[in-house]
């Protein structure tokens, strides 16, 4: 089974920052990135740190998968190229673990049932078969909601309005102690580290030829997460009726409306937003 492209999308949440969101895509798999907000000083060249990891571990996936790396192994060989290049080209060691480049991810492949699914964090896919209700893959609606109910309880305690940015010095200890515990029990991401392969969560989808599947960024999920826009179902039929572009003009219409974050929390007015619709054929 292939993958038709229907439509992509990947827009900054400020047009004058590096885009921290990357996608990439083959005939036979998939793959959206989202790369978490860096918290100090960059250590690798260009933009951010978490745009590096991002729009990299993307050009490897889909360079390992097109030279038919088993997907597992396309992952393990990503990581292990982003660890060999963090090293060499960072401007010095990791003092914290904080300051690792990280990213969520969804990546899709073909599989005979269906499609595989691996998964790092909180990007998500939304699949929906013929004639059938939308199934949701990834925890991204939990993460969401559990990240809303965070930003609000620390900009309460330092009197901020939520979307004060996630590197305001008030935020900070909390965001880097929680970063700190990547790479280590349940908390697993896309980095420079090859270990991560043997923690990512693994999905074997059954699905008939026409099924339509929205991978996106949580950037892009608000819309059905957070902003009360739409449900899921509702998502990805307005992506297929409307266009990526419209619902990313939608989505930025919203957080247009709500700049401080206080009827919607969140660390920033708004997200870099990334989404692929692709059918399988």
Same mark, same amino acid.
């Given at each position: 089974?292939?993958?038709?492209?229907?439509?992509?999308?990947? @827009?900054?949440?400020?047009?004058?920052?590096?885009? *921290?969101?990357?996608?990439? =895509?083959?005939?036979?798999?998939?793959?959206?990135? *989202?790369?978490?907000?860096?918290?100090?000083?960059? /250590?690798?060249?260009?933009?951010?740190?978490?745009?590096?990891?991002? =729009?990299?571990?993307?050009?490897? /996936?889909?360079?390992?998968?097109?030279?038919?790396?088993?997907?597992?192994?396309?992952?393990?060989?990503?990581?292990?190229?982003?660890r060999k290049s963090?090293?060499?080209?960072?401007?010095?060691?990791?003092?914290?673990?904080?300051?690792?480049?990280?990213?969520?991810?969804?990546?899709? =492949?073909?599989?005979?049932?269906?499609?595989?699914?691996?998964?790092?964090?909180?990007?998500?896919?939304?699949?929906?078969?013929?004639?059938? %209700?939308?199934? @949701?893959?990834?925890?991204?609606? %939990?993460?969401?909601?559990?990240?809303a109910r965070r930003?609000?309880?620390?900009?309460?305690?330092?009197?901020?309005?939520?979307?004060?940015?996630?590197?305001?010095?008030?935020?900070?200890p909390s965001l880097?102690?929680?970063?700190?515990?990547?790479?280590?029990?349940?908390?697993?991401?896309?980095?420079? *580290?090859?270990?991560?392969? %043997?923690?990512?969560?693994?999905?074997?989808?059954?699905?008939?030829? &026409?099924? @339509?599947?929205?991978?996106?960024?949580?950037?892009?999920?608000?819309?059905?997460? *957070?902003?009360?826009?739409?449900?899921?179902?509702?998502?990805?039929?307005?992506?297929?009726?409307?266009?990526?572009?419209?619902? &990313?003009?939608?989505?930025?219409? @919203?957080?247009?409306?709500?700049?401080?974050?206080?009827?919607?929390?969140?660390?920033?007015?708004?997200? %870099?937003?990334?989404?692929?619709?692709?059918?399988?054929?």
């Open positions: 089974m292939t993958f038709e492209i229907l439509d992509t999308l990947s @827009i900054p949440g400020d047009p004058l920052k590096p885009n *921290d969101d990357a996608f990439a =895509h083959a005939d036979n798999a998939a793959v959206v990135l *989202d790369g978490a907000t860096s918290l100090g000083d960059p /250590l690798m060249p260009g933009g951010s740190d978490a745009a590096w990891i991002a =729009h990299f571990g993307a050009r490897r /996936l889909m360079a390992h998968m097109r030279d038919g790396d088993a997907p597992r192994d396309a992952l393990r060989h990503a990581l292990i190229d982003a963090f090293e060499g080209l960072r401007r010095r060691p990791v003092k914290e673990k904080w300051e690792t480049p990280t990213a969520s991810m969804m990546f899709v =492949h073909d599989h005979a049932e269906g499609f595989g699914a691996l998964s790092f964090g909180d990007c998500v896919a939304l699949v929906k078969r013929p004639g059938k %209700d939308i199934e @949701i893959i990834g925890e991204a609606f %939990d993460k969401r909601a559990a990240e930003v609000a309880k620390l900009a309460a305690e330092n009197g901020l309005p939520p979307a004060s940015g996630a590197n305001r010095p008030e935020y900070l880097r102690a929680a970063r700190n515990r990547v790479n280590s029990g349940r908390h697993w991401a896309f980095s420079p *580290d090859e270990r991560a392969a %043997d923690h990512v969560e693994e999905w074997i989808v059954a699905a008939p030829r &026409g099924t @339509i599947v929205l991978l996106a960024s949580d950037g892009f999920l608000a819309l059905a997460s *957070d902003y009360d826009a739409c449900d899921s179902g509702e998502l990805v039929d307005a992506a297929l009726e409307k266009g990526l572009g419209a619902l &990313g003009e939608g989505l930025r219409a @919203i957080e247009a409306a709500d700049p401080e974050g206080r009827d919607f929390p969140r660390f920033k007015t708004s997200d %870099d937003a990334t989404a692929v619709l692709l059918k399988l054929a």
